[in-house]
């Protein structure tokens, strides 16, 4: 495999918090107060032994120096009272910092003692929740220098501007959250979740507030020191320039936790009626539909929506089960339909890769344990929807209520899309035998998989081939893939080293792997009319000097472009660190999604975009300007490549796709198909999304040729 993506891995491992559990049924709960859903079964799981949850929860109402909250305390109580009485958290497992006890030092005392609590094992889930005022500042000059960004996001202690030992106290900048958030993630793992019902607008009163609510915002007052609380934490003992590379808490990108946020950047948080409306959302979808069945993602779409606020997930391990490291063995995303006045409209278009025709089973909870309440087929996509349509014309009305959203997944690709596979003779015969050819002529696996294959008659103009291996053993006669793909022709990397029994069971995962692997690769909008408003380069920014996770130096500005005819053809060392720069010549902004495509097995990784919103998302490339991916802050970590042992040449695609909506492509991603054991389960995906004025959508590719030194 020739990326290293180790930092965004997921991996499995036993329920940490539950102990030794058994399921106990509840009585019927009706819908929780704001949550579209018909009466739910509640299942909950019984905790036998003692949880090994720990969470710092932080609320404060009554600052000093700052426009009092009226729900932040209610609503850190009311957390802790989850944790306590719905998971059985024990009290000592929770730090619990109210007002006055929330200063400065008693909010960064809580987060030493959480990263050197002896109590905490590696993978052990840790909360961190915090209520209270958010806010942000453009950065000045030194800060930009030297921390690397335009802009600080913040938030408030109690004590904020009161005078201490001759100074006013300071607030608590991203800066200081990242780098606790790296050194805890360091020590006690990734199982982290951050909660903050607070916002980061700079923009801290609106005149348009309505009465009866409050927006838990407030305005940097005084300069926030480029090197403040450095001293504090094990990695902030660094250069300048390492400083400057410290990933904020609320990019997209971040691997060492998941974090929620009660809204988007550009908005703020609310409190209605003595409760935060972002907490109370949260807790009665959790308790109405289960804490572990949930996925981060799918709890974010099925929260209720807020009237002015967008909650946010960001986080590379949002498809993990909550306050969990275990991740589903089928990975399904749920999309929001929304049904209103007598139509049924998927909150996803042809930007996702819906296709006309494809089928999707309605769920009125974003589980799979859930009933299914129907199938539907997809009529033609428009960019960021989609009508849905009853699958049988005498199937049963939904009985909905207008307005009324359910929750939708993939069971079927549209047709016209398939993989087509040349089969050898020989091949053929011995994987379908009982075929009166040498394989099918009908469509394989379009019912059970995103999407299916189809035998082709003609090599040069299939996709793939599969042939008898010319030196296996007629015993045990194995088959060969070769991918029909120019650029893998051209480099030599067209057939996979790899093989597989010559048995149907064996060979078939392979090729439904291939099959989503070679639409989502190929696909583009022939019907765009500004193919070439996103232009994508590709440069080295830095290089290791050591082993240690920031043992590198970044290069100097301005960056080379690699980038030739769309190629990119580089010599892979192990200490070049690389960086993919997106440019957007529009006047409007847009979403952004970039996967990396492995010739070498059919997988496919999710290299930008890690966040879902519930509502209005913010848009990453803005208009008329820039992002870099791999420059350590907003865009992520730098890219890293490797070469097998022995391998002398290795052919990736590295692309992006993009739209005036949001794209949430969470179930692109497939890990190496020739590691996984034959099975029947089926991957399925795609994404909510939200209407625009203008609306379009595109791609742009690079090949990445990597060779040896």
Known sequence: ?????????????????????????????????????????????????????????????????LKPLGGAVADADQMADFLMNDLLVPP????NLRNETASRKGILD?????????????????????????????????????CGTNDIQVIFPFDYEQEVAGSKVNCIPDKTIATWLNDLSQAKGDNITVIFDSCHSASANRSDAPTRRESRSAGVTFDIPWDID?????STILSAEDSRRTSPPLCT????????????????????????AFTSALLKTIRAYGVDKLTYQNLMVSLPILPKQSPHCYGAKKRRILFNSRVPSRHVAFIPAKFEDDTLTLQAGAASGVTFNSVWELHKIPTLESPSIGRFCAGTPSVSTTVLSP????????????????????????????????????????????????????????????????????????????????????????????????????????????????????????LFAAAKWNWHLQRTNEGSKAKDIVSMEMMKVAHRTGRGIRDRKYLEEPYEDLASSGVVDFAVKRTDLYGVRLTNDSSVPLYVRMFYFDTTDFAIFDMYGHSVANGRADAELPAHGQLMIGDDREGGEPLPFSLDTGEKLNLGFMKVFWSTDPLQLDNLEQEDVFDQPPSKSDSRKFVKMKAREIKDWGTVMLALVQRAP
């Open 92 to 95: 000592d497992h929770i730090t």
């Open 230 to 234: 450095e001293a504090l934490f094990t």
């Open 253 to 276: 990108h971040q691997a060492s936790h998941i974090h929620f946020a009660a809204c988007g950047s550009e908005e703020l948080a609310w409190e209605e009626e003595g409760r935060g």
């Open 1 to 65: 495999m020739s990326l290293l993506l180790s930092a965004l891995g997921s991996y499995v491992i036993g329920w940490p918090w539950f102990g030794s559990s058994k399921s106990i049924p509840k009585p019927t709960l009706g819908p929780a107060s704001g949550v579209n859903n018909d009466a739910t079964e509640v299942v909950v799981v019984e905790n036998t032994s003692e949880s090994t949850l720990y969470a710092l929860i932080i609320g404060i109402n009554d600052y000093p120096n």
């Open 110 to 146: 809580a987060f030493q003692a959480l990263l050197h609590d002896p109590r905490i094992n590696k993978d052990d889930p840790i909360l961190i929740y915090y209520a209270g005022h958010g806010g942000a500042t453009k950065a000045p000059p030194e800060w930009k220098d030297k």
């Open 391 to 510: 699958e049988k014309p005498n199937q049963n009305a939904l009985n909905l209520a207008s307005g009324t959203r359910v929750f939708a997944m993939q069971v079927q690709c549209g047709t016209g899309n398939e993989l087509k596979v040349w089969f050898s003779p020989e091949a053929g015969r011995l994987l379908f035998p009982s075929s009166a050819m040498d394989a099918p002529a009908e469509v394989i696996g379009s019912s059970e998989h995103e999407v299916g294959y189809v035998a082709h008659p003609y090599r040069d103009t299939a996709d793939i081939a599969v042939e008898l291996a010319p030196d296996s053993s007629f015993t045990k006669p194995e088959v060969i893939f070769h991918l029909c793909n120019s650029e893998a022709e051209k480099y030599g990397a067209a057939t996979l080293r790899y093989r597989k029994p010559a048995r149907r069971e064996e060979v078939e995962p392979i």
